[in-house]
Structures are given as structure tokens and as C-alpha cells.
């Protein structure tokens, strides 16, 4: 039987629904220790409940938006089981709406919460994974992190930051054995969208179609778990749709990439 994650210790945030859910189940069966972590308690505890086994499942809240509690956050962590293996940095918010009316109000939320808790908490965990000479820093972030359509200036900003940073880091980790792997998620099946910033911070918008319409997030759950096993750089998680010519197109013909971009705004 294949143990690659039996008995390790996965603390992942965003896990009270869609994907960090869905790989909470996924890691759940194969015998992982788990931390889930988001805001809303209630929704994490339905998690653990439905986890193989609850009791090797602890819950820590966590507010992505609130910088000064995260170094704690990461010292709790590692305190719920002694040690952690894989970090999933995995919850946050989206965006939908054009640069000419987005407020700097909704920039500063978007790199806050998808970018600088990533970074916060990676700080924090660093010297205990360099300490252990291993761990698997496992990030997810867009197809909006390589490419660029309408309506997603900061959400696709704040993914394409997580490129940077996290390729540098890979740099710098791999003599410690510390991996680091960049999923790059087309449009899967949660409900990211109803919560998505519009032109003013906290504004909610519509349920997307693309989003309705994309990949059930417990497929998308057992293609990250093989990626993560293959300590894969930059695995696509979804469909053969049009994000995925999109990620090739970025690289083999970006220029055909910005002339059909305007027809690639989220519906
Ligand atoms: N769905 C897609 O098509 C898609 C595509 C590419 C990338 N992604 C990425 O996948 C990740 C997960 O999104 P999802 O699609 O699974 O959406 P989702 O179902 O809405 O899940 C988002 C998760 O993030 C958590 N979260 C949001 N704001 C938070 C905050 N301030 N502090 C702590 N936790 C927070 C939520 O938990 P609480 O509300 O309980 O805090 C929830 O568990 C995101 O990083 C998203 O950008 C999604």
C-alpha cells in the first residue's frame, strides 16, 4: 500500500470548504494528521467530522487578514502535534472587477490575505522545517499566477507575487530538503465566486459560470494529492479547458494570448 502520507502532519488553511476541504478528505483517507484552519469554526469542525478519522484532526482558527496573530498561529500549529510535514497554503479570496473601478481598498485586501499571510506564515515555519531538514511548502495558486485576464488585476497580482516569492524560496530551501510546489488551479467547482471582491472591499458578487462549470473540487483534491506526492513545481489542477491553452499560449505565443485575453473575462 502506497504510505506516502500515512502518520505525516498536514496543517492546511482555507480548509472549512472547496479545495483545502476536499484535500483535507483526500489526505484524511490516506493516513495524514490533520490542521484545519479558517475562520469559521463550525464549517472546520463539519470537516473534521467527516475526516476518516476525527481524532487525528485538529482545529486552529485563523484570520488570514490579521497579520500580528500569525506568527502565533504557526507556533500553535506545530504545537498541536509536535511537528509539521506539508503546509498547505490554501485559503483565500477572489476578485472580479475592472482596474478602473477596483478601489485600493480591495488591492490591499487581496495581497493581505492571498499573499503577505502566505509569506507571514512561511517565515514563521521556516526554521522549523530547516530545523527537520525537510517539509513541503504546498501553495495554491491560479492559472491567474502566470497569466492575465480582465477583472482579476488583484487577485492575479497577488497570485503572481506567490510565483515570485515561493520560486526564490525554492531556491534557497532545496539543500535543506525543504520542497515546494506551486498549484496552478484552472476554474474548479466551490463557491470562491460568492465570495469574490468586487469594486469595493468586502462586496460580494454572483456565483460564476466558468466556477459552476469547472472541475468537482474532490477530483481537483486527487490530482494535488499526486502532485504533491511527485513534489511536482508547478502542477495545472482542472480541466483540458481553456485555462490550460491559456498557461501554453502564455508560453508559446503570448502575443495571440493578449489579443484573445479581452474574450477570457470570468462569466
Ligand atoms: N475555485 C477555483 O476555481 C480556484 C481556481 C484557482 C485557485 N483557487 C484558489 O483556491 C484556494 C481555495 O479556494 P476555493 O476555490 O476552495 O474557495 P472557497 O470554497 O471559497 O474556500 C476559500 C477558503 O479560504 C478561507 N478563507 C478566506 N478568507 C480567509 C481569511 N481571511 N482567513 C482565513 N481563511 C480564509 C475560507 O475559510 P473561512 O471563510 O472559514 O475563513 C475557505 O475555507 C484559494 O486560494 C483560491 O484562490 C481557486
Same mark, same amino acid.
Request: glycine share 8%; aromatic share 8%.
Given at each position: 500500500m502506497d504510505n506516502h502520507f500515512n502518520n505525516k502532519v498536514a496543517w492546511i488553511t482555507g480548509a472549512s470548504s472547496g479545495i483545502g476541504e476536499a484535500l483535507a478528505y483526500e489526505l484524511s483517507v490516506a493516513g495524514a494528521r490533520?490542521?484545519?484552519?479558517?475562520?469559521?469554526?463550525?464549517?472546520?469542525?463539519?470537516?473534521?467530522?467527516?475526516?476518516?478519522?476525527?481524532?487525528?484532526?485538529?482545529?486552529?482558527?485563523?484570520?488570514?487578514?490579521?497579520?500580528?496573530?500569525?506568527?502565533?498561529?504557526a507556533a500553535a500549529a506545530v504545537s498541536c502535534f509536535?511537528?509539521?510535514?506539508?503546509?498547505?497554503?490554501?485559503?483565500?479570496?477572489?476578485?472580479?472587477s475592472l482596474v478602473i473601478e477596483t478601489g485600493m481598498e480591495v488591492h490591499?485586501?487581496?495581497?493581505?490575505?492571498?499573499?503577505?499571510?502566505?509569506? !507571514?506564515?512561511?517565515?514563521?515555519?521556516?526554521?522549523?522545517?530547516? *530545523? +527537520?531538514? =525537510?517539509g513541503h511548502f504546498v501553495i495554491t495558486s491560479s492559472v491567474m499566477g502566470k497569466i492575465g485576464t480582465p477583472?482579476?488585476?488583484?487577485?492575479?497580482?497577488?497570485?503572481?507575487?506567490?510565483?515570485?516569492?515561493?520560486?526564490?524560496?525554492?531556491a534557497e530551501v532545496a539543500v535543506d530538503n525543504i520542497k515546494v510546489t506551486l498549484l496552478t488551479p484552472g476554474y474548479i467547482r466551490t463557491?470562491?465566486?460568492?465570495?469574490?471582491?468586487?469594486n469595493k472591499?468586502?462586496?460580494?458578487?454572483?456565483?460564476?459560470?466558468?466556477?459552476?462549470?469547472?472541475?468537482?473540487?474532490?477530483?481537483?483534491?486527487?490530482?494535488?494529492?499526486? !502532485?504533491?506526492k511527485r513534489g511536482a513545481f508547478?502542477?495545472?489542477? *482542472? +480541466?483540458? =479547458?481553456?485555462?490550460?491553452?491559456?498557461?501554453?499560449l502564455n508560453r508559446l505565443a503570448p502575443g495571440l494570448l493578449i489579443r484573445i485575453a479581452p474574450k477570457l473575462a470570468p462569466k
Amino acid at each position: 500500500m502506497d504510505n506516502h502520507f500515512n502518520n505525516k502532519v498536514a496543517w492546511i488553511t482555507g480548509a472549512s470548504s472547496g479545495i483545502g476541504e476536499a484535500l483535507a478528505y483526500e489526505l484524511s483517507v490516506a493516513g495524514a494528521r490533520l490542521i484545519l484552519s479558517g475562520r469559521r469554526m463550525e464549517e472546520l469542525e463539519r470537516v473534521k467530522q467527516a475526516c476518516t478519522d476525527p481524532a487525528q484532526v485538529q482545529l486552529l482558527q485563523l484570520d488570514l487578514a490579521d497579520a500580528p496573530s500569525l506568527e502565533d498561529k504557526a507556533a500553535a500549529a506545530v504545537s498541536c502535534f509536535g511537528h509539521i510535514d506539508i503546509m498547505v497554503h490554501n485559503g483565500g479570496v477572489t476578485q472580479r472587477s475592472l482596474v478602473i473601478e477596483t478601489g485600493m481598498e480591495v488591492h490591499r485586501r487581496l495581497m493581505e490575505v492571498d499573499y503577505f499571510s502566505y509569506v !507571514a506564515l512561511t517565515r514563521a515555519l521556516l526554521p522549523h522545517f530547516v *530545523g +527537520r531538514k =525537510g517539509g513541503h511548502f504546498v501553495i495554491t495558486s491560479s492559472v491567474m499566477g502566470k497569466i492575465g485576464t480582465p477583472m482579476r488585476s488583484a487577485y492575479a497580482a497577488a497570485k503572481h507575487a506567490l510565483h515570485g516569492f515561493f520560486d526564490c524560496l525554492r531556491a534557497e530551501v532545496a539543500v535543506d530538503n525543504i520542497k515546494v510546489t506551486l498549484l496552478t488551479p484552472g476554474y474548479i467547482r466551490t463557491n470562491i465566486s460568492l465570495y469574490a471582491l468586487t469594486n469595493k472591499a468586502y462586496g460580494l458578487a454572483k456565483p460564476s459560470e466558468n466556477i459552476t462549470n469547472g472541475l468537482p473540487a474532490d477530483r481537483a483534491a486527487r490530482q494535488i494529492m499526486k !502532485a504533491i506526492k511527485r513534489g511536482a513545481f508547478e502542477p495545472y489542477i *482542472g +480541466r483540458f =479547458g481553456g485555462e490550460r491553452i491559456g498557461l501554453w499560449l502564455n508560453r508559446l505565443a503570448p502575443g495571440l494570448l493578449i489579443r484573445i485575453a479581452p474574450k477570457l473575462a470570468p462569466k
